[in-house]
């Protein structure tokens, strides 16, 4: 193969120079085609895009580079002079950014805390399968500390059972009432109840009915209102003193002198709540919770706005159990209470109990849980439902509050006349709210 291509090279000279003319025309035509191309692109073929682009970032346009050279210059020579005329401020700077770091640090450590109470509480866990996941609505109870109050520790420790009892907060405002309810107490077989007695009179009338009875030290000064304080001031005193309890291990069941107890409430709490309320709800919308709609036909597609709406937890009847949250509320609660004498005390209980966190606030996360409106019943379910109800008039509830209508006296002891003493008639005479 190799010979037979030599052989028509060395065939004749003459086909050798046209050969020779044919590379030299071939070599001027590559030459021209070069200075064409030097003409045209005279970044030479590969000059990208973005270094293009980058000199017209860095100044509008190619030819500015230098200027934008000595512009930098310039620039950092007043960022210079800048630096120089703030050396003053150095040490205020440094100081803000020691004080940063120190708050960055805390924040760390908050969280490192919640991760490791959250260890402490159990393995960590894994989502289960779908539908059987649930959530920790039952804290843990704080480790008891008798120092807080020894004197009352020994009263509890004999008045509790199961470490639970019923607590109310009285003075001789409400002696009569006061007569009513450990009467009806009594005769449903409660012991684990006590009197927080805020004057001499209720302590009196406590030990010769053997009331169990908790005097207050009077040289306490959160005592002070508690002897003239009308029922508002009360209401501030009761988050102060119950937080003792709970700080003492104890839960407590919270009650107003103004129930008439027909049952053992213990023996149908459910206890898995930091706090578990009766309810000022009259129906299952209003004392469990719903969707309220609320309509406006101006917004036209978008005329409905969809509300959650829940009537207020009973202040005055309430299971609050001794845990971290449960304490923060009764501290937020007497907090705003004593920083605004006008508040009412279950409002704020309320507000704290279901704010949600927003800009500027962090909302309580307590666990809630509505006892049953007819077993724990206010005496507007009462007069306007359930005694007009044949069939609803026959449950026994737990208790009744006389929480809607002022003429509390009279209602408690029809409720007593009604369901102790089975007179049928005994709640006909009253009107279904009050006559004003
Ligand atoms: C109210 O709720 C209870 C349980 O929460 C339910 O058994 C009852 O049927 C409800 N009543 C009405 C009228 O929806
Ligand atoms: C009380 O309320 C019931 C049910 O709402 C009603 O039927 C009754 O007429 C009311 N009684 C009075 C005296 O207004």
């Known amino acids: 193969m190799i010979g037979r291509r030599e052989g028509p090279l060395m065939r004749s000279n003459s086909s050798q120079s046209l050969l020779k003319s044919r ?23 590969f000059v990208s895009n973005t270094i293009r682009n980058s000199n017209y970032n860095l100044a509008g346009s190619k030819t500015q580079t230098n200027s934008v050279a000595c512009e930098s210059s310039d620039r950092i020579n007043m960022l210079k002079s800048q630096f120089v005329a703030e050396s003053e401020k150095n040490a205020e700077l440094k100081k803000q950014v020691r004080e940063l770091t120190e708050r960055l640090r805390l924040a760390e450590q908050g969280k490192d805390q919640a991760q490791k109470q959250f260890l402490a509480l ?46 109310a907060l009285a003075n001789s405002n409400v002696k009569d009432m006061l007569e009513v309810w450990f009467t009806n107490i009594k005769r449903v077989g409660i012991s684990n109840y006590l009197v927080v007695a805020l004057d001499e009179e209720i302590t009196k009338l406590c030990e010769s009915n053997q009331v169990p009875v908790y005097k207050r030290d009077p040289d306490e000064g959160i005592d002070s209102t508690g002897r003239t304080g009308g029922n508002h001031v009360v209401s501030g005193l009761k988050f102060r003193i119950l937080r003792e309890f709970l700080q003492l291990g104890y839960s407590v069941l919270l009650s107003d002198v103004d129930i008439v107890y027909l049952q053992n409430p213990f023996d149908y709490l459910i ?35 969809h509300t959650m709406r829940i ?29 605004d004498p006008n508040s009412w005390d279950q409002a704020v209980f309320n507000e704290e109990l279901f704010y949600p966190s927003h800009p500027g606030y962090d909302g309580l996360h307590a666990a809630r849980r509505t006892m049953d409106y007819y077993l724990f019943m206010n005496s507007k379910v009462l007069f306007k439902t359930v005694r007009n109800d044949p069939s609803l008039s026959k449950i026994k509830p737990v208790i009744i509050h006389v929480n809607y209508h002022p003429d509390k006296l009279p209602r408690m002891k029809a409720v007593v006349e009604y369901y102790i003493n089975g007179k049928q008639d005994a709640l006909k005479p009253f009107p279904n709210g009050s006559d004003w």
């Open 23 to 45: 590379i030299a025309i071939a070599i001027v035509i590559g030459v021209l085609i070069g200075c064409v191309f030097a003409f045209l692109f005279p970044n030479g073929f």
């Open 122 to 167: 159990g393995k960590q866990p894994k989502a289960g399968p779908f539908g059987t996941v649930k959530g920790l609505r039952t804290n843990p109870t704080v480790i008891p500390d008798e120092s807080v109050n020894p004197r009352l520790s020994k009263i509890l420790e004999k008045v509790a059972v199961r470490k639970e009892l019923i607590v």
């Open 271 to 305: 206890r898995d709540s930091d706090v578990e309320s009766m309810s000022d709800g009259h129906d299952n919308m209003t004392a469990y919770g719903f969707n309220h709609v609320f309509d406006e036909p101006a917004m036209g597609w978008a005329r409905y706005a």
């Open 311 to 339: 009537w207020v937890y009973n202040s005055g009847f309430f299971y609050i159990r001794p845990t971290i949250p449960a304490i923060e509320l009764l501290d937020r609660v007497a907090t705003r209470l004593s920083n």
